[in-house]
């Protein structure tokens, strides 16, 4: 959500800080503010990463995905053991992928090279491409992918492999990248699979009533940039919605069974979604650890004020890719315009939003020191910074060191949904990969982050010393996780360090 994000590099290590030792310091009482929202059930099961990563089989969508462009789509790969793989690609014209634009097959191979040493938990990997095709399911497709080549020579060679649109023929396959094909026609058309080059799977057991847990098997693949024209050269850094596994995939999933048995010629229509209309209220929190490019793991958690339209926000901020290992905590506020209809995203609503004053809070000691090592006017003003003590920023107009810059301003993307479980969603704006700001409308997003889950409706108390202080509510709502704070070990502070909302 609004706030500035400052290119500000700084690498700092860390080796044996205790969270017990920042208990010591910080004192109890700063320990204990942390909203109830974010604690875990007792009986939550913990997330398993697989090293290396196991990823022969078959892994789908589990509901309509979109991408910067904006782009609609759903996602078919199946990996075999001699590292070959065969994936599909289903785009659409409609967020509730319902109707069929064109389908991509890609065939190749992809080797695991190592850990990654960038993006904690993930393994680096080497692909190559044997053949890409693309089959029309309307004339208006084939004619949207033909304009997206340029003038270039080799773009007007692609052209010609490209049917003209009274030649159209449904189920026609094509070929952009194979053995019958002169040139890379994939490349020209800005397509790229670099997302095989991050990846990571984890297992987690999702709870079934009057029943043994459920076995569920997510693949995470690399982020996709937010500037097309950078995608041919970017390699990920975090990553974008996960697939999971045909055989051990979250229950119920009405799409689950529809992607798995598509294929190119067929390529799945998802049942109907009922449209709800955004209206924003009551406390919005991470369902688990989110990843973001330039290495950055968080939990965020918003309470919206929708009968004066102002919002406050914590964003948790960690050093491990489970969010087990705290380092630092933001909390900010601000207001919010009324929600218009986005013209260029279908089903988005589009607000601005403002962030007015800001609070951090040091949760170890390295962020301690580089904001005790910071000028006292470029974060928080005279006086030392303690460890779990959280000063107020707002006088210094936000904090240098940590890229907040305040007043903002940023001009936001939002959608709500309502998962099979019937659990409320709200998706808020992918943030820019370069870590800028969408400060203007121009750099308004086009895609979503990772879902918010809906902890209840009605407002909540807020303490204006502790934070936000769990009320009994009135009426239910879902159950929040919350991550328990472990040693530290390691803390990698990079570029564009915070990314809001």
């Known amino acids: 959500?609004?706030?500035?994000?400052?290119?500000?590099?700084?690498?700092?290590?860390?080796?044996?800080?205790?969270?017990?030792?920042a208990a010591g310091m910080a004192g109890a009482g700063h320990l204990r503010w942390e909203p109830r929202c974010q604690q875990p059930l007792p009986n939550r099961a913990p997330v398993t990463a697989l090293l290396p990563p196991r990823l022969d089989g078959p892994w789908i969508s589990t509901g309509c995905e979109v991408r910067p462009g904006p782009e609609f789509l759903t996602r078919s790969y199946t990996f075999y053991p001699n590292r070959l793989f065969r994936a599909y690609q289903f785009y659409y014209r409609d967020p509730s992928c319902r109707e069929p634009a064109h389908s991509l097959l890609i065939k190749g191979r992809v080797r695991l090279?190592?850990?990654?040493?960038?993006?904690?938990?993930?393994?680096?990997?080497?692909?190559?491409?044997?053949?890409?095709?693309?089959?029309?399911?309307?004339r208006r497709a084939l004619l949207e992918v033909a304009g997206r080549l340029d003038h270039s020579k080799a773009s007007r060679d692609c052209a010609h492999r490209l049917p003209p649109a009274r030649a159209w023929l449904p189920g026609a396959l094509y070929e952009l990248l194979g053995a019958g094909a002169e040139r890379d026609c994939a490349a020209a058309l800005g397509f790229t699979m670099h997302d095989l080059s991050l990846v990571r799977v984890q297992r987690r057991l999702q709870?079934?009533?009057?029943?043994?847990?459920?076995?569920?098997?997510?693949?995470?693949?690399?982020?996709?940039?937010?500037?097309?024209?950078?995608?041919?050269?970017?390699?990920?850094?975090?990553?974008?919605?996960?697939?999971?596994?045909?055989?051990h995939?979250?229950?119920?999933?009405?799409?689950?069974?529809?992607?798995?048995?598509?294929?190119?010629?067929?390529?799945?229509?998802?049942?109907?979604?009922?449209?709800?209309?955004?209206?924003?209220?009551?406390?919005?929190v991470s369902p688990g650890c989110e990843v973001r490019p330039a290495v950055l793991f968080l939990t965020r958690l918003f309470t919206f004020h929708g009968h004066n339209r102002s919002w406050e926000g914590y964003y948790h901020h960690f050093s491990?890719?489970?969010?087990r290992q705290p380092t630092f905590t933001v909390y900010a506020a601000g207001r919010y315009t009324k929600g218009t209809p986005s013209a260029k995203v279908r089903g988005?609503?589009?607000?601005?939003?403002?962030?007015?004053?800001?609070?951090?809070?040091?949760?170890?000691?390295?962020?301690?020191?580089?904001?005790?090592?910071?000028?006292?006017?470029?974060?928080?003003?005279?006086?030392?910074?303690?460890?779990?003590?959280?000063?107020?920023?707002?006088?210094?107009?936000?904090c240098l060191p940590l890229g907040i810059r305040l007043p903002h301003v940023e001009y936001e993307l939002f959608r709500m949904e309502r998962d099979p479980l019937g659990q409320s969603l709200l998706f808020i704006g992918?943030?820019?990969?370069?870590?800028?700001?969408?400060d203007t409308p121009e750099k308004r997003p086009t895609s979503y982050q990772a879902p918010l889950v809906l902890c209840d409706s009605v407002a909540w108390g807020f303490s204006p010393q502790h934070g936000a202080q769990l009320q009994t509510p009135v009426r239910g709502g879902t159950p929040c996780p919350h991550v328990a704070p472990l040693p530290v070990l390691l803390l990698v502070l990079r570029p564009a360090l915070l990314q809001w909302l």
């Open 348 to 398: 988005g609503t589009e607000l601005v939003f403002q962030v007015t004053r800001a609070r951090v809070t040091p949760m170890d000691q390295v962020t301690t020191a580089m904001l005790n090592f910071s000028e006292p006017s470029s974060c928080g003003g005279p006086g030392a910074w303690a460890l779990g003590a959280e000063r107020d920023i707002t006088a210094t107009n936000g």
């Open 1 to 21: 959500m609004p706030a500035a994000l400052l290119p500000y590099a700084c690498v700092l290590v860390l080796l044996g800080a205790r969270t017990a030792e």
């Open 430 to 438: 992918q943030r820019p990969t370069d870590g800028s700001s969408p």
């Open 249 to 284: 995939h979250a229950h119920p999933c009405p799409a689950c069974s529809l992607i798995a048995r598509s294929d190119e010629h067929h390529p799945p229509v998802l049942p109907p979604q009922v449209a709800l209309p955004l209206r924003l209220g009551g406390r919005w």
């Open 207 to 247: 709870p079934e009533p009057r029943a043994a847990p459920r076995l569920v098997e997510e693949l995470y693949l690399g982020d996709i940039h937010t500037d097309q024209a950078e995608r041919r050269h970017y390699r990920p850094t975090g990553y974008q919605r996960p697939l999971q596994s045909a055989l």
């Open 113 to 138: 090279r190592r850990a990654s040493w960038v993006t904690r938990g993930a393994t680096e990997a080497d692909y190559n491409l044997y053949k890409v095709g693309v089959v029309f399911h309307s």
């Open 320 to 323: 491990d890719p489970t969010c």
